[in-house]
């Protein structure tokens, strides 16, 4: 660590085996199977000029669907830890963060939500408790032949809007396996990035 440069640091925590480059994709309603999963709460808001939530992004000019580029980042590996000074991550987490899906200072406070709602129903533009538990709700990792791990928790930093979703190390991802599949919504934009396991490995370990 201490022989790293502010290249490499910046490096390892925007594109590496760690960090991964992506895009978040809105859905075409036209083109959808499923329901889309839901934004905030209904506003009340009726008739026809009322406009579907989604996430802020809408069609470019060209009438094509919008994309957003969004950095998903492994922030529970040590590497990662180290690069960042942040030595205290919880050890019975891995914790993902996403960057540049939510905009900075959209929402007006640190937010933290667990399984269980304390919504009364009512929408604040403010508040960003029904969007942590949509992330709550569409997040998993996914292995081949292993169970899909659900996050425990998510945080949001208001200035940064820096999400990061804590999921539970038990059961433990298997290290055999070739790659895990990360995967979130936020209103209609689909995001998924693919971890190539046998890259991220730290001093001969596997870093998670």
């Given at each position: ?70 950095t ?6 040590l ?34 939500t ?71 919504h936020?209103?209609k ?20």
């Amino acid at each position: 660590m201490d022989s790293w440069s502010a290249e490499d640091v910046a490096a390892l925590l925007s594109n590496s085996p760690w960090a991964l480059q992506t895009v978040a994709e809105m859905e075409d309603p036209a083109d959808a199977i499923e329901p889309a999963p839901p934004g905030p709460p209904d506003t009340g808001e009726r008739g026809p000029n009322k406009k579907p939530w989604d996430g802020g992004v809408g069609r470019n000019r060209m009438g094509h669907l919008a994309t957003i580029p969004v950095t998903i980042r492994w922030d529970s590996a040590l590497p990662v830890r180290q690069a960042q000074k942040d030595l205290a991550a919880p050890p019975q987490f891995y914790v993902i963060s996403l960057s540049g899906l939510v905009p900075p200072g959209r929402y007006r406070a640190a937010g933290q939500t667990e399984t269980s709602s304390t919504s009364d129903g009512s929408f604040d533009s403010r508040n960003p408790e029904e969007v942590l538990e949509a992330f709550m709700a569409y997040s998993m990792i996914s292995e081949k032949g292993g169970p899909d791990l659900g996050p425990e928790n998510v945080k949001l930093d208001p200035v940064t809007g820096v999400v990061r979703i804590f999921f539970p190390r038990k059961p433990a991802l298997d290290p055999d396996q070739k790659e895990v599949l990360f995967v979130t919504h936020f209103g209609k934009l689909h995001v998924r990035a693919k971890f190539r396991l046998a890259s991220m490995k730290y001093h001969g370990n596997l870093e998670l």
